[in-house]
């Protein structure tokens, strides 16, 4: 009997080991557990940390777009000087076509006699010197007669009916039309069959 006691005694002082042990956790859990202050605490650092990930986001979108927004300006800034050194001759050009107009009435004018002839001779001269310089900065006379009417480069003055020729194609030409590289300077004025 006294065995029995004993090993009732040991079962006893073990349940009672056991039962301190899960008391013992259930204290860990409640310590380890956050309290409602450090829960409070813990919500507004998450808190904090969502707005400056949105902030760190939206300053990121910003440098992007600042950094698109100057790729965008160096390009224009390099097209535009480009285009300007491209068309740095089309002012002198515009400003030289009344002269060029002038030598070529010049140049129909018939001549008479040896005096007028090397005169004639001298304006040929001149004219040709200009075209050739206006030539090397990439200036083009519009060719017209014969071709078939463009808006972009023929400015229409009159419209006839020629016979033996298809409606809508330039028949005479009343003022010669300049071309700088692929810019119209100046419109042909011209005659257009219908």
Known sequence: MAEEKTTNNEELDQQVVNEEE?????FEEVEAAPSDEEMGELQVANEKIATLEAKLEEESNRYIRLQADFD??????????????????????MDL????????????METVGEQSQSLYT?????????????????????ESVGKEFD??????????????????????????????????IRPAMVKVSQ
Request: charge should be negative.
């Open 22 to 26: 899960k008391v013992e956790a259930v």
């Open 72 to 93: 965008n300006s160096r390009r224009r800034a390099r097209l535009d000087m480009e285009a300007a050194q491209t068309y740095r001759a089309q002012s002198l050009v």
């Open 97 to 108: 076509l009344p002269s060029i107009d002038n030598l070529e009435r010049a140049l129909k």
């Open 122 to 142: 001298g304006v040929e001269m001149v004219y040709r010197s200009l075209l050739e310089a206006l030539k090397k900065e990439g200036v083009e006379a519009i």
């Open 151 to 184: 808006p972009h480069l023929h400015q229409a003055v009159m419209q006839v009916e020629v016979e033996g020729t298809e409606p809508n194609m330039v028949v005479e030409e009343f003022q010669k039309g300049y071309m700088l590289k692929d810019r119209v």
